[in-house]
């Protein structure tokens, strides 16, 4: 299958530890989002990378928060000093930048995380 | 303001029957595309249909359309002969700007679709 690949599928931690979500994305999409998705609610944008450069950032990235796209390939969400409001779902996109499409993202199947 | 609502957070609806799902949007920009994701109880985000602001006909695709009032700034889903596998949350989204140019979806809040036998 050469969708896009979440790991790990779910994340139970302790406030105040670590954690780190990887995503590979389909391997010709040369964008690669990452949102964030609570209880009921829509996602929410936190950032995108295209190839490398990591060109927009939401609000909602606190400086406890970091993502990376080495190489233009997978990518990896660290959440530091975790709190209970981390408490989501963590979903990975990716798309093709080219001259003609729709902007059409494809999602993975998501990283649950819950902070106790 | 949000710019994507969705009114309904439930809807029931009879298996074989159509049921059309709302969604309004708010922006400023002549250029933008909206997009419906179902999104079923494993989580994933899964694609359903596109249409863009310059689009002169509805977006139709299998059993989905979209009906585009771009005057009243809606987009709503119908999904004909609604299937059991069609229980799922639905969500409306908006990408503004161009596709080669445009950047991330912004969601509205979803709808949660649940067909009766």
């Known amino acids: 299958d050469t969708g896009v690949s979440q790991d790990p599928r779910h994340k139970i931690t302790k406030r105040g530890q670590n954690v780190t979500f990887r995503c590979d994305p389909i391997?010709?999409?040369?964008?690669l989002y990452w949102y964030r998705q609570t209880l009921g609610q829509g996602p929410e944008f936190l950032t995108y990378f295209q190839n490398e450069a990591q060109l927009e950032k939401s609000r909602l990235l606190s400086d406890r928060f970091s993502a990376e796209r080495p190489k233009g390939s997978f990518s990896t969400l660290e959440i530091q000093r975790t709190e209970q409001g981390d408490s989501a779902m963590y979903l990975c996109a990716s798309s093709y930048w080219g001259t003609t499409n729709t902007g059409e993202l494809f999602f993975g199947e998501g990283s649950r995380l819950t902070v106790l | 303001a949000q710019k994507i609502t969705q009114t309904q957070p439930g809807m029931f609806v009879q298996e074989k029957e159509a049921v059309t799902l709302d969604c309004t949007y708010d922006?400023?920009?002549?250029?933008?595309?909206l997009f419906w994701y179902k999104q079923p109880s494993s989580g994933e985000m899964i694609f359903l249909i596109y249409?863009?602001?310059?689009?002169?006909q509805n977006a139709t695709e299998g059993r989905y359309s979209l009906n585009f009032q771009k005057a009243r700034k809606s987009a709503n889903l119908v999904i004909s002969a609604s299937q059991l596998g069609d229980s799922a949350m639905y969500f409306c989204?908006?990408?503004?700007?161009?596709?080669?140019?445009?950047?991330?979806?912004?969601f509205g809040g979803g709808t949660r679709l649940m067909v009766k036998p």
């Open positions: 989204a908006m990408r503004e700007g161009r596709g080669n140019a445009g950047n991330m979806l912004t």
């Open positions: 249409q863009g602001s310059y689009d002169q």
């Open positions: 922006t400023s920009d002549p250029s933008y595309g």
């Open positions: 391997s010709e999409h040369n964008r």
